[in-house]
Structure formats: C-alpha cells, structure tokens
C-alpha cells in the first residue's frame, strides 16, 4: 500500500468517524466531499458500524454475565 492510499483510507475512516458523532467543520466537509471516493466510505461505515455492533454485543454480553443486569 503506497503512501497516498494510506492517508486515504485513514482520511475515509476518520471523516466516517466523525460521522458516526455527527460533528464535523463545513470547510473539513467540503474537503471530504471533494476529495473521498463514495465508494470507500461506503465501505469503511460497514466496517465501522459493524464493528459497533459486536462492541455493544460484547458488553451486553460481559454485563449480563458479571450479574450486575440482575
């Protein structure tokens, strides 16, 4: 993975981060739009909404199972 496709896949997961909070500055917007692909940032907020599934499922899991639910 070349340098350029790094600075883009951590550029694509963090504005899909920043999504996820709902906060994001109009001019960082912009860039964002300019210059990610739709594609891959399709792709990272399945991953990324995924992968915030199994964490609530885990803790559920671990809350449950420590008795503290009850």
């Known amino acids: 993975m070349t340098a350029s496709r790094s600075t883009a896949l951590v550029r694509t997961f963090k504005a899909v981060a920043w999504s996820f909070f709902g906060v994001r500055k109009a001019s960082e917007y912009e860039k ?6 739709p594609l891959h940032v399709i792709g990272a907020g399945i991953v990324v909404a995924a992968l915030f599934v199994l964490a609530l499922v885990f803790l559920v899991k671990w809350v449950v199972g420590s008795g503290v639910a009850g």
């Open 32 to 37: 964002d739009v300019n210059q990610l692909k």
